[in-house]
């Protein structure tokens, strides 16, 4: 039996079920495109690697190690959760899958869940394997800094997933792979991913954008193993507010 096979009669079955072979599939189908792969998974380790060996960019105050861990895992739940998130949905729709699976038994809610848990699992494998990156370049990972970059990564994921099918879910396939990559390098250069926003232009406006929310919960979660609740909470916040644009804008077909 095929893997489509097998995702078509698991459509079939209870709703949780249903859900979790639709997230099966979308997780195998983002992490085996070689594109998302780079930009999910091998630039994020070759940033680690290189802000703690090169000592570039210059991260201080924060330790550069640990900045640079918190700089890798804000690109690698980015590049899952918006980029590889988006430009799928967008090739989806344009493929007409989505007509298929809005009729299927799956139905729009359950694609939205697939597509979320989806995330959160790809989400879950990169940080495992940074940190394990991070931990052979000699960078102490103790308990509570795991459990806060789960939290965050987790909180972070759902956010700029919410966004992800928003972009998606409205612009033609080849915009959607333009726009979200061109917001991806955004994000990294300046838009607080990297570098707190008191070093960027713009820094007070910058402070509150998703990124730096982001890159600040990291940063905190990496070098003090806390869950900085104001970064947070503004994530949560921009979380509903593009849900709400995906489902008022979001188009099947």
């Known amino acids: 039996?095929?893997?489509?096979?097998?995702?078509?009669?698991?459509?079939?079955?209870?709703?949780?079920?249903?859900?979790?072979?639709?997230?099966?599939?979308?997780?195998r189908t983002m992490a085996g495109n070689p594109e998302q792969l780079l930009v999910t998974l091998i630039i994020p380790?070759?940033?680690?690697?290189?802000?703690?060996?090169?000592?570039?960019?210059?991260?201080?105050?924060?330790?550069?190690?640990?900045g640079g861990l918190a700089a890798a895992l804000s690109v690698a739940v980015v590049s899952s959760a918006f980029t590889g998130q988006s430009i799928a949905l967008a090739f989806d729709r344009r493929a007409g899958l989505l007509r298929v699976l809005v009729a299927s038994p799956l139905g729009r809610g359950g694609i939205v869940m697939g597509r979320l848990v989806a995330v959160l699992g790809l989400i879950v494998v990169q940080v495992g394997?940074?940190?394990?990156?991070?931990?052979?370049?000699?960078i102490e990972v103790g308990?509570?800094?795991?459990?806060?970059?789960?939290?965050?990564?987790?909180?972070g994921g759902?956010?700029?997933?919410?966004?992800?099918?928003?972009?998606?879910?409205?612009l033609r396939a080849e915009a959607v792979l333009a726009v979200a990559n061109l917001v991806w390098l955004a994000m990294i250069t300046v838009g607080g991913l990297v570098l707190p926003p008191d070093r960027l232009p713009g820094g007070a406006v910058v402070a509150v954008l998703p990124p730096s929310l982001l890159g600040e919960a990291?940063?905190?979660?990496?070098?003090?193993?806390?869950?900085?609740?104001?970064?947070?909470?503004g994530l949560a916040a921009w979380a509903v507010a593009a849900g709400v644009c995906a489902a008022r804008w979001l188009r099947w077909d």
């Open 1 to 27: 039996m095929s893997a489509e096979e097998r995702v078509r009669s698991r459509l079939a079955s209870p709703p949780w079920r249903r859900v979790l072979a639709a997230a099966w599939w979308d997780a």
């Open 45 to 66: 380790v070759v940033l680690l690697v290189a802000v703690v060996r090169s000592g570039l960019p210059d991260l201080s105050p924060l330790p550069q190690a640990e």
């Open 129 to 138: 394997l940074i940190v394990a990156v991070a931990v052979g370049l000699g």
């Open 143 to 155: 308990p509570s800094q795991v459990a806060s970059m789960g939290i965050v990564g987790a909180t």
């Open 158 to 170: 759902l956010t700029f997933a919410a966004f992800g099918l928003w972009l998606g879910g409205t």
């Open 218 to 233: 990291m940063r905190q979660a990496t070098v003090n193993g806390v869950v900085e609740v104001t970064s947070i909470a």
